[in-house]
T-cell receptor
Framework: GESVGLHLPTLSVQEGDNSIINCAYSNSASDYFIWYKQESGKGPQFIIDIRSNMDKRQGQRVTVLLNKTVKHLSLQIAATQPGDSAVYFC???????????FGIGTKLQVIP | NAGVTQTPKFQVLKTGQSMTLQCAQDMNHNSMYWYRQDPGMGLRLIYYSASEGTTDKGEVPNGYNVSRLNKREFSLRLESAAPSQTSVYFCASNKGPMNTGELFFGEGSRLTVL
């Protein structure tokens, strides 16, 4: 079936460096792609989304890139901080009533 | 502003027991969702309610029932708990139709079935 998945389950980054978290998706009919951050013991928190007709969107210290040709999504975090340590999920919205499908997640570890 | 509130936060059940997870949101959102999260499997949709008075099955509905009690509240019931239902359950909400997929999540309910 359709699925959203991640290339790397764990990513370790030095504090101050940039982080890149990747995601592969298979449902080309999705309208939106979304990144969530989940800190230990908490619920996921929305970071940023991108519409399927865009290829780049920037937020505060984050950039999401969408490559529809190869069905690839990435989240770039600039100047990674210890507070960025969390599990990051990519997700896609492909249903008429927001059926949001999540990938398995990537754990980002920031090394002080 | 509490956002999405789930109760209980922790629960231990024996196989065959029943229980209801409660969820309430104070953001006047139309749509509400129940997900379960298991290690290595991300979040999977159990049921959702697009608007008050409607509910629909998600990816993994077997063994669960839901009730959209009013616009604020959406409960998840396990009629006869099984060890396979040991998981962390998250309730979420969003504004509803035409939304991008930005979900607001509760803190989770950690359920263990022995």
């Amino acid at each position: 079936g359709e699925s959203v998945g991640l290339h790397l389950p764990t990513l370790s980054v030095q504090e101050g460096d940039n982080s890149i978290i990747n995601c592969a998706y298979s449902n080309s009919a999705s309208d939106y792609f979304i990144w969530y951050k989940q800190e230990s013991g908490k619920g996921p928190q929305f970071i940023i989304d991108i519409r399927s007709n865009m290829d780049k969107r920037q937020g505060q210290r984050v950039t999401v890139l969408l490559n529809k040709t190869v069905k690839h999504l990435s989240l770039q975090i600039a100047a990674t901080q210890p507070g960025d340590s969390a599990v990051y999920f990519c997700a896609e919205n492909s249903g008429g009533y927001q059926k949001v499908t999540f990938g398995i997640g990537t754990k980002l570890q920031v090394i002080p | 502003n509490a956002g999405v509130t789930q109760t209980p936060k922790f629960q231990v059940l024996k196989t065959g027991q029943s229980m209801t997870l409660q969820c309430a949101q104070d953001m006047n959102h139309n749509s509400m969702y129940w997900y379960r999260q298991d290690p290595g499997m991300g979040l999977r949709l159990i049921y959702y309610s697009a608007s008050e008075g409607t509910t629909d099955k998600g990816e993994v509905p077997n063994g669960y029932n839901v009730s959209r009690l009013n616009k604020r509240e959406f409960s998840l019931r396990l009629e006869s708990a099984a060890p396979s239902q040991t998981s962390v359950y998250f309730c979420a909400s969003n504004k509803g139709p035409m939304n991008t997929g930005e979900l607001f999540f509760g803190e989770g309910s950690r359920l263990t079935v022995l």
